[in-house]
């Protein structure tokens, strides 16, 4: 199953700066979706376009959350001087669980290096298994 997320703005950063991961219609509540039953985390996924790539090492970060905490390394995160626009990561079965009820949520950390980081049409997908 998966979870969306995304943002249908331009954000931009000359240092580093946590943008929430929207959910259906831009919904910003802070936390993301209300789990039906327990399961797992098992990968993340990222898309946007780059307006601005900033300075070499310049970053952007997809961080999952698990009521509105960071759950511990499940993130992925593309450095710009690789070139490309996006990226994506799977987990080990069992390495980030939650219980029904708990809300996941994904934001979105840019890290400009020298310059502007300017990004547009960003999506987020979450991988779940119940």
Not at 61 to 71: E, F, G, L, P, S
């Amino acid at each position: 199953m998966f979870i969306t997320f995304g943002r249908n703005s331009t954000i931009s950063t000359t240092g580093t700066t946590t943008f929430e991961g929207f959910g259906t219609n831009g919904t910003a509540n802070g936390e993301g979706y209300r789990m039906i039953r327990a399961g797992e985390i098992t990968g993340v996924s990222t898309h946007y376009d780059i307006i601005n790539a900033g300075g070499s090492g310049s970053t952007c970060k997809v961080q999952v959350t698990k009521n509105a905490i960071d759950v511990t390394n499940a993130n992925v995160t593309h450095t710009f001087v690789a070139g490309g626009d996006g990226t994506h990561t799977t987990f080990a079965a069992g390495t980030h669980t939650f219980s029904a009820g708990d809300r996941i949520g994904a934001d979105l950390i840019l890290s400009a290096v020298s310059s502007t980081v300017s990004l547009d049409d960003c999506t987020i997908v979450v991988e779940i298994t119940c």
